[in-house]
C-alpha cells in the first residue's frame, strides 16, 4: 500500500506501534503524518459555548484539503479519524455535521464532513440544512451579522435540551459556526460546542 498523500510506499514491517494497534491501518507515510501542525486551540464563546480546533492551517494541510475537497479524494476521508474520534469520543453529546449547500454538494458530488465521520465510525445526526452561501469580503461586520441565517433545521428533527457538537472541517472567521450555533439554540438546544479539524489565522 502506497501514502494517499505523497505515494510513497508505507513500511510493510510492521512497528511495535501497528503491533499494538492491531486493527489501524495507516493511510499516510509518517513523513506526511508529522507535516501536519497540531494547535490544539480551546476557546470559550457566547453563541458557540466552546471550540477546539486540532491543527494549523499549514501548507500540507493545505494541499490534503485542495485533494480531499476539491479534487474528490474520498479515501482521505479516514486520514484524521484517530483524531477527530479521540476528541468525540469522551464527549456526551450530539454529534452536528456543517453541511454543504445543497448545489454545491451536486458539484462536489460528496458531503466531506459527513465522510470524515464515517470514517472514523462517529455516529452524528443530520441536523442542519445549509440555505445560504456566505458572502465574505464585501460586507462589514455588522452587515454580515445582521444577515439572516446561514442554516435552517431540518424539517421533522427534534431538537432535544441537549449538548450538540458541531463538526467543521476548517474554522477562519467563526460566522459558520455562529449561525449554526444560534440556529440550534433558538429550536431548544442547551449548549452548543465546536470541533474543527483545523484552525485557520484570521
Ligand atoms: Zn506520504
Redesign the pocket.
Known sequence: MN??????KLASTPSWQSLLAIEKTPL??E???KSFERVDIKEEGDVVDHITSIYTYNEPMRDYLHQFKFLQDVALAGVFADELRSELARKDAIIVPIPMHPLKKIERTFAHVEEMLMAARIPFEDLLIKTHTEVMGEKSREERLSMRNLFSIKPGSNIQHTTYILVDDIYTTGTTLRHAASVLKEAGAWRVEAVTLIRAEK
Open positions: 501514502c494517499l498523500l505523497c505515494e510513497q499516510i507515510c513523513n506526511c503524518s
